[in-house]
């Protein structure tokens, strides 16, 4: 997939957009309740690397639906949400909005303490936008969390137009007490694609809310995609480049999957947009292709995510997570050696 093409991006974006650049503030010191330790032989460095750092022992983290939903899906900024989303595809059945969230980290923590019983949890509040809410409301939603036995912290879902200073003025008093995170959802750097897929937030707004998170000593962490519309490997490229340029500490990638129901399979259907369609193989290496490009303190927590085959129309690989992990590993050693 690699052409040899380097593409080149800044903190703000891709030249033909609007966005501005926002500089880099260092950051206050961090909660840490351990000493680093190494990060082993993996070819880069890895979400329980960075988990290491910062607690003794096995951490896990438990999904929370918290009842919230999105300011493009409310009117707020649009309708109907992002293109490509079904939420069904990524909350557990423990995820009801039906039950509390120390009920669902209670449920949460029984799945888990079968097999680890001495296993320790960070709540994470996924579903949506996890602070659309009032600061007082996300305040008592999180300190419920946190009360909950064994939970030690927080990680918190949500799009980085959706963070005003006062709550993160909060979570920075927080993060002097507990492990706290900050995950963005940017999906990329190409804000013609951000527009195309119904986000309703710009690179700008990444790029701005990294650096307020930063500056006050937040953990922090992006999210991106894979394969969306109309995107190519220089799209890609010029994505990883202005990630590498922003203060985050971890980064989730994913392939693109295209769900039943949405309106992104209906225009891939009516032949309005088209996305990629990779096998294993062809998208492992664009994520070594890519991992090249990224800075080595940047922790990787995942290159893909599974949907409920039921929803699930592309691409169906039929492998697990860490399957898909060790195929990319093999890959990136084979290409080392050649």
Same mark, same amino acid.
């Given at each position: ?15 033909? &957009? ?6 880099l503030?260092?950051?206050a010191?961090?909660? &840490?309740?351990s000493?680093? %330790? ?9 979400f329980?690397?960075f988990l ?8 896990q ?10 300011p ?8 109907g949400? /992002?293109?490509?989303c079904?939420?069904?595809?990524f909350n557990?059945?423990? /995820? ?7 009920? %669902?980290?209670?449920k ?7 097999k ?12 949506y936008?996890?602070?659309?809410? &009032?600061?007082?409301?996300?305040r ?7 009360s ?12 980085p ?5 006062a ?8 993060s002097?007490?507990?492990f ?25 707004d ?14 922090c ?28 500490d971890?980064?989730?990638?994913? %392939? ?7 309106r992104?399979?209906? %225009? ?18 664009? /994520?070594?292709?890519l ?6 303190h ?6 893909v ?9 592309s ?20 290409k080392?050696?050649?």
């Open positions: 997939m690699s052409d040899g093409t380097t593409s080149k991006a800044s903190p703000a974006g891709f030249a033909d &957009s609007n966005d501005r650049t926002v500089g503030i260092p950051a010191k961090p909660f &840490s309740v000493k680093p %330790q190494p990060a082993g032989t993996k070819p880069y460095r890895d329980s690397d290491g750092e910062h607690f003794a022992g096995k951490v983290k438990i999904s929370i639906n918290a009842g919230f939903t999105c493009n899906r409310d009117g707020s900024k649009g309708h949400g /992002c293109t490509y079904n939420n069904q595809t557990p059945e423990y /995820c009801s909005t039906s039950a509390s969230i120390t009920e %669902q980290l209670e949460g923590k029984a799945f888990f303490a079968r680890y019983p001495t296993m320790r949890y960070l709540a994470y509040f996924q579903a936008t996890n602070t659309y809410a &009032s600061v007082e409301r996300l008592a939603m999180y300190e419920e969390a946190l909950v036995p064994d939970v030690v912290g927080l990680i918190i879902g949500t799009r137009d959706c963070v005003p200073n709550l993160l003025d909060y979570l920075a008093e927080l002097r007490r507990t706290v995170m900050v995950e963005y959802g940017a999906e990329t750097a190409n804000d013609r694609t951000l527009q195309l897929i119904n986000r309703g937030h710009s690179w700008a990444t790029a701005d809310a990294v650096a307020r998170t930063h500056a006050r000593g937040i953990f962490g992006l999210h991106l995609i894979l394969g969306l519309p109309n995107e190519t490997i220089h799209d890609f490229r010029a994505t990883i480049d202005a990630v590498a340029a922003l203060p985050i971890t980064l989730k990638l994913h %392939q693109l999957q295209l769900i039943r129901g949405t992104l399979a209906r %225009q891939v259907a009516d032949g309005e947009v088209t996305v990629a369609q990779w096998s294993a193989e062809e998208y492992a290496d664009v /994520c070594i292709d991992l090249h490009r990224l800075p080595p940047i922790a990787v927590e995942r290159f995510s599974q949907s409920p085959a039921s929803l699930l129309i691409p169906r690989w039929g492998l697990k997570n860490h399957e898909f992990t060790h195929l990319l590993h093999r890959r990136l050693t084979a080392s050696n050649s």
